[in-house]
């Protein structure tokens, strides 16, 4: 199943009540490639957390597919990350402890007995085509580079529906760069799967379908191609 989004009178706020992001509008297809970009602060970020159901003070709707995240509670949000998203952070998020087979498959923890093994060897093709081999060794001892590797694979392991990346090629090298950059369109346009990316690398931008500007806490309805 592919999944289209579709956003209307999205609001983020802060504790305090303050707006942090507003997005009115938002529709992107199935197999659709869309970028946002804006000066730090601006809120990309959070905007993108709300696409992921991950924002605890959000109004209005974001849809994909049949399901509105908004008024789900963390619970079943979280169960629609598990089955249809890919989300690759900024800051990794991997385990410490763990090594970087075992971080990119952390899926097949949560996954179907007959699905784990699927999971585990795309992880391993994944880190073995972003350049990493010593795959037992912990993350800890990892350079912030490789840390981004060990992420993207991880996020891309249980072959998601949906794509959500905040700046996916910050910590690589440009063919790193350019490697994942190729992968994830072709993923999205090859397969239906739809991809949004926040980024300031316009390598990356400028292969993706349209790109959207988000402003002092606003996406704006216009958009442009780089």
């Given at each position: 199943?592919?999944?289209?989004?579709?956003v209307?009178?999205?609001?983020?706020?802060?504790?305090?009540?303050?707006?942090?992001?507003?997005?009115?509008?938002?529709?992107?297809?199935?197999?659709?490639?869309?970028?946002?970009?804006?000066?730090?602060?601006?809120?990309?970020?959070?905007?993108?957390?709300?696409?992921?159901?991950?924002?605890?003070?959000?109004?209005?709707?974001?849809?994909?597919?049949?399901?509105?995240?908004?008024?789900?509670?963390?619970h079943?949000?979280?169960?629609?990350?598990?089955?249809?998203?890919?989300?690759?952070?900024?800051?990794?998020?991997?385990?410490?402890e763990?090594?970087?087979?075992?971080?990119?498959?952390?899926?097949?923890?949560?996954?179907?007995?007959?699905?784990?093994?699927?999971?585990?060897?795309?992880?391993r093709?994944?880190?073995?085509?972003?350049?990493?081999?010593?795959?037992?060794?912990?993350?800890?001892?990892f350079?912030?580079?490789?840390?981004?590797?060990?992420?993207?694979?991880?996020?891309?392991?249980?072959?998601?529906?949906?794509?959500?990346?905040?700046?996916?090629?910050?910590?690589?090298?440009?063919?790193?760069?350019?490697?994942?950059?190729?992968?994830?369109?072709?993923?999205?346009?090859?397969?239906?799967?739809?991809?949004?990316?926040?980024?300031?690398?316009?390598?990356?931008?400028?292969?993706?379908?349209?790109?959207?500007?988000?402003?002092?806490?606003?996406?704006?309805?216009?958009t442009?191609?780089?």
């Open positions: 199943m592919s999944l289209a989004l579709h209307r009178d999205l609001e983020v706020h802060a504790p305090n009540g303050r707006v942090l992001v507003r997005a009115r509008q938002l529709d992107v297809a199935p197999g659709e490639t869309v970028g946002l970009r804006g000066p730090s602060g601006a809120g990309k970020s959070s905007l993108l957390y709300a696409l992921a159901g991950l924002q605890a003070r959000m109004s209005g709707a974001v849809v994909w597919g049949d399901t509105d995240l908004t008024p789900l509670n963390d079943t949000r979280a169960r629609f990350r598990r089955q249809y998203m890919g989300m690759i952070f900024q800051d990794f998020l991997l385990f410490e763990l090594g970087a087979l075992n971080n990119a498959s952390l899926a097949a923890a949560f996954g179907a007995p007959a699905e784990r093994h699927q999971i585990r060897h795309t992880a093709t994944l880190l073995q085509r972003l350049g990493l081999t010593d795959l037992g060794r912990t993350v800890e001892s350079s912030g580079g490789e840390r981004q590797r060990v992420a993207v694979a991880r996020a891309l392991s249980n072959n998601p529906k949906v794509i959500l990346a905040d700046e996916p090629t910050a910590s690589l090298d440009r063919a790193a760069a350019d490697t994942l950059i190729a992968d994830l369109t072709r993923m999205a346009r090859d397969e239906g799967r739809t991809l949004v990316v926040v980024s300031h690398d316009d390598s990356l931008l400028s292969q993706l379908d349209r790109v959207l500007q988000v402003v002092d806490g606003e996406l704006k309805q216009e442009r191609h780089v």
